[in-house]
Each structure stands twice: as C-alpha cells, then as structure tokens.
C-alpha cells in the first residue's frame, strides 16, 4: 500500500453522504458541524454541509493565464473541477505538496470546486454559543470570507463563509479556465 493510500485509511473521515448523515445526526443539537483542516498550522472549517467530497492529491492540468491561486483543473469522474490552492488564495508562503495534502472538493454558487489544503483534520461539532463574530481589524485587511471564529477545547477554528472566500468574478475566470480546457 503507498503512503498516500496508507494516510487516507488512518485519518478516514467521512465523505459525500457520509459527511452528510454525521451533519444530519447532530442535527438540532444546537452545535454546528464542520470539516475542519489546516493551512500554515492555522485550523480552518467549512460547514460539512457545503462540502461534496475530500480526494488525496491528484495529476492537476495547468490552465493558462489564470489567477495565480487557480492551480489548474481536476477530472473527477469525468466532470472538469476548478482546483485553488487556499495558501495563495490567502497570500501566504506557497509549499510543496506531500502526502497530507487533500482537495476539499465544495459547491460554491452551484459550481464544484476543489480546495487544496494542506491537511484535513476532523468532523467536528462546533456549539453555536462558542462561535464568536469575526473581530475587525483595519480596514485594509480582508475578512469578509470569515463567518466567525470558534472554539473547540483549546483550539480555535477560522469559520469560512465558502460563498465568500471565492468571490463571483473569481468563479467566472474558474469557470472560463475551466472551459478552455474542455476545448
């Protein structure tokens, strides 16, 4: 068994419909559930409901003048998915790929979309109460993507607003890159 194959049997979280019963089951629990997963040692989560599927890495196409955190496109059972590395995407340091790097594959506005990142941790439940408003900073920095940041014990999980962190003429230039490869 390779590496890659190894690592997604010990850390196996659910996936597709199995992400979505584990949501369904604390339904009404007054916790919220998210996938949560590193980026630059920082813990982020996206609502488990908003994600499709969590793939190992994978043979990316590179897609010409595109932005620079649009790493290219994915075939995914025969469907061309839009890959962006979330690193760039944030303007931080790039890094290497290795054998914990995962795309999160979301729906954003009715697009799928890949998100690699550089590791996914777990499917937690978030009680609402612990989920505070985002602080404001400056003006020049943007937050707008962040939903709101939650506690878990001692960790703090940045709450994404997935509708956010990819704005929509971000998701019409992924869309056009993605059909100049289908071309």
């Known amino acids: 068994m390779d ?14 419909a199995g992400i979505r019963q584990s949501a369904a089951e604390t339904a009404g629990s007054g916790e919220g559930q998210y996938v949560t997963f590193l980026i630059a040692g920082e813990t982020y989560g996206i609502e ?20 620079d955190f649009m790493k ?16 760039l995407k944030f303007s931080m340091e790039e890094k290497d790929y290795d054998t914990f790097t995962v795309i999160i594959i979301v729906e954003v506005s009715g ?14 439940g978030v009680p609402l109460e612990s989920i505070q408003d985002t602080p404001h900073f ?3 920095i943007e937050t707008d993507f962040i939903s709101g940041i939650g506690r878990l014990d001692e960790t703090l999980i940045i709450m994404l607003d997935i509708d956010r962190v990819i704005t929509a003429e971000e998701l019409e230039e992924l869309e056009k890159g993605k059909r100049s490869t289908m071309n």
Request: net charge positive; charged share 20%; proline share 4%.
């Open 138 to 140: 400056s003006a020049r």
């Open 72 to 87: 290219g496109v994915i075939n995914l059972r025969g469907m061309v998915v839009p890959v962006v590395d979330m690193r």
């Open 48 to 67: 488990v409901l908003r994600v499709q599927e969590i793939i190992g890495m994978t043979s990316i196409t590179r897609v010409p003048n595109t932005m």
């Open 3 to 16: 590496k890659l194959s190894e690592r997604n049997t010990e850390h196996a979280l659910p996936t597709g």
């Open 111 to 124: 697009y799928m979309i890949g998100l690699i990142v550089d590791s996914v941790s777990d499917v937690v």
